[in-house]
């Protein structure tokens, strides 16, 4: 007998015995809406993490010197040294001088302003581009100029979009607007990504008193690389300090690799949980089509009669079975789709956080191969028993 | 020419706890091509073991059984249900239809485990009910019909996949005499058109409908000839008794 027909005759004992069907796909629904709506949690999650965390740049590494617990200290020509000396890791630098200080627009007040001195790479070591006027240059560092950049929020609520060439006040300093930045976080918001200013390293380093440059960040040449820059820069570092307190150096790529596969590690272990209930759907598949063989005796020893052979009684339950397991699987499918889409409304209204849940093609091929697989493995036994009955036992039978 | 249906020295037992029973007792008997066989005993007599041996639905303990020339003995499982498609029409008592199944479907059954094309299937089964007069109900289910309908319904199955022998087991059994008689002339009918037909009762005035009697009692073959001679209606504890009436 062809499979074509035995899936025929399948659909048909389905479709007569509705409910039966679909009380007997439950456990099958269940565990594969609950792998896929698990999978894409973490998907979503994973997704999430790597784009707040590539804001922050993850092909910086942040040199963090305290300042504490060594009598050496490193300079900024030193830290440019150690970069031009290590092309095959390093691309370029910046010293970054976090300021605190009210800042000033006029008359009015930004609290959550973030301002920060940088060298003149720094915005192509993050990614940022200038949208008007122009970025901060070697002159302005050089000779310590009271300039700054600002960000679009500012730029937008401030000055209407006009803000080249107007002043800004940080702390009793006034400083004047070379440049905008472009508009870089989806939305601009107060003490967002866009609501910053940037002067020159030195001219931050002059007006908030500090002699030392406690903080760098280095853009490596190959990301995939982090990690040997890392050390790289690490070695560079001991040479001058001889002590692996003194500094710190983290990257951004490296904390997000640990995170994300914690993340998976997480989902795993649910995502197998929810499998457990693939296999108690499966024996209820067994159950149901042991059942279903011993109520279909008469059936069989009919079938027998008129010249079915062993193999095409087994075929017949098997992917019956099958068909059955595959078709809960599909609903699962199905039902893991909405309850994702729902999942992520539910995040972004009660949350506030724009993770969106999203199944993975992997996933869904997993969860249709499993559960094809469950049917056939679970519908063997049945359909074993039901190809040996002897014909003559199974015609009898009422 | 050989027979089509040959048992030679043919014996069954069976293990019922520690006592063995001998259902078949050293058959021989042969039926040619285009008889019409009536198999007659009553209950414990053989006949239903006669019946499924020379259905392929078991094998005998001991002899031979040639069908068609093929020792069923030697068969396996699958050679048997393959021999049973393509060489047996079976009719039973109890109609045997599948009743999730409309009479089309049940009818085109042993064609579909024949390997026979979708399209071909459909309309020798469509012939088969309309020569049973069912061709205004192909699309009904088995259980919407009378018993005398299911009845032509099976015979339509049995006649479909163009048989050698065709095994009709107490086929009037669960049918009023009425009905009953009208499927005797159905299988007068079949054995017409130069079927080879083989009735399995208990009853002596269904077994005379046949041209031919094997009487069967306590395994043994007691009367195999004409069905219209005396003794033929007679078995052995009765002709102790004195003749039937």
Redesign the interface.
Known sequence: ??LS?SFRLAL??IV?SKVRTLLTMLGIIIGVTAVIVIVGLGNGMEKYMTDSFSDMGTNLLTVMIPGRGSSRSVSVDQMYTIVAENPEYFDQLSPTVSMSGTVKIGTETADSTSVTGVSEDYFNMAGYAVASGRGLEYVDVAGRKNVCVIGSYLAQTYYSGSAVGQTIKVGANKLTIVGVMAQEADEMESGGTDDCIYLPYSTAARLSGTGTISSYSISVINEDAISESKAALESALYQIFEDDDAYMVTSMAELLDTMTSMINVLIIVLALIAAISLVVGGIGIMNIMLVSVTERT??I????????????IMQQFVIEAATTSTLGGLLGIAFGYLLSGIATLVIASLLEVDMAVTPTFGSILLAVGVSVAIGVVFGYLPAKKAARLN??DA?RYD | MSALIEFQDVSKLYQMGDTTIRAADHISMKIDAGEFVAIVGQSGSGKSTCM?II?C??VPTEGTYLLDGNDVGQMN??QL??I???KLG?I?QQY???P??TLLENVE??L????VPRAERQERARVALEMMGLGDKLRQKPLQLSGGQQQRVSIA?ALV?EPAVILADEPTGALDSKTGREVLQILHDVHEAGNTVVLITHDNSIARQAQRIIRLEDGRVIYDGNSQAPEAVVSASQTERGPVQ
Request: proline share 4%; no cysteine; aromatic share 6%.
């Open positions: 007998m062809k027909e048909k004992n007569a008469k059936e020893g009919i079938r027998k009669a008129l010249g079915a052979k062993e193999r095409s014909p003559i015609l | 499924n259905g639905l078991d499982k699958n249900a393959a049973r498609n393509r079976f039973f045997n239809l599948l999730k199944l059954v042993p579909m485990y024949a390997g199955r996949g």
